[in-house]
Every structure is written in structure tokens, then in C-alpha cells.
């Protein structure tokens, strides 16, 4: 099992940076894909970055270009850099992985971190 918290979110302008983190209880080192999610109000929670293990990594066309995620295997963190933020972007933010566990798949979420744009 892991625990995820995330830290990092705030109010900043449209145009404005933000650095996510993701901080898991235990080792990431095996676990292959740790990804982010966000959900805004009144909209379904939506898949926005993914890493994995090898380094390769995956982004919904809205941030593509706009936001990196990465990952810190020997400090067990994940990170979701985001530049040239949007009002749009605006959205409670969660890491998220999926571990393979007693035969069968389990999802673990953080917390969630609030992101707020502002025009």
C-alpha cells in the first residue's frame, strides 16, 4: 500500500507558474505509472499527466506543452510543473497510481491540491 500527499497548489494569475508535488509513504521505485489527475467544479475528474518508470510520459492535449511531470524515485515524489497557467486550469488536483495488489488492481488518490487561475 501507499499513501499519496500533495502540496504545492495556490492561487496565481493567468499567465503564472506552479510546481505540484506528490510525496508517497513508501517506495516508487517498482511502482511503473504515477500519474495526475484534476477535477474542476461540476466536470468529472479528468486525466491530465503520466510518468513512467522508464521516463516516458503522457499528457492531455489541453496542457500538452504547458505542463511536465516528473519523478524522483530516491525521494519518492512526483512533480507536475505547470507554465502559462489558464483560468481553465483551475481544479483540484490529485496524484494518483495503481498498484497490483492481493490479485487485484487498487487505486490509491492523495488529498487533492486546490489550483486556482485567476483573469
Known amino acids: 500500500q501507499v499513501q499519496l500527499v500533495e502540496s504545492g497548489g495556490g492561487l496565481v494569475q493567468a499567465g503564472g507558474s506552479l510546481r505540484l508535488s506528490c510525496a508517497a509513504s513508501a517506495s516508487i521505485f517498482s511502482i511503473n505509472v504515477m500519474d495526475w489527475y484534476r477535477q474542476a467544479p461540476g466536470k468529472q475528474r479528468e486525466l491530465v499527466a503520466v510518468?513512467?518508470?522508464?521516463?516516458?510520459?503522457n499528457y492531455a492535449d489541453s496542457v500538452k506543452g504547458r505542463f511536465t511531470i516528473s519523478r524522483d524515485n530516491a525521494e519518492n515524489t512526483v512533480y507536475l510543473q505547470m507554465n502559462s497557467l489558464k483560468p481553465e486550469d483551475t481544479a483540484v488536483y490529485y496524484c494518483?497510481?495503481?498498484?497490483?495488489?492481493?490479485?487485484?488492481?487498487?487505486?490509491?488518490w492523495g488529498q487533492g491540491t486546490q489550483v486556482t487561475v485567476s483573469s
Open positions: 510518468v513512467f518508470n522508464s521516463g516516458s510520459t
Open positions: 494518483h497510481t495503481r498498484l497490483f495488489l492481493s490479485l487485484t488492481w487498487r487505486d490509491y
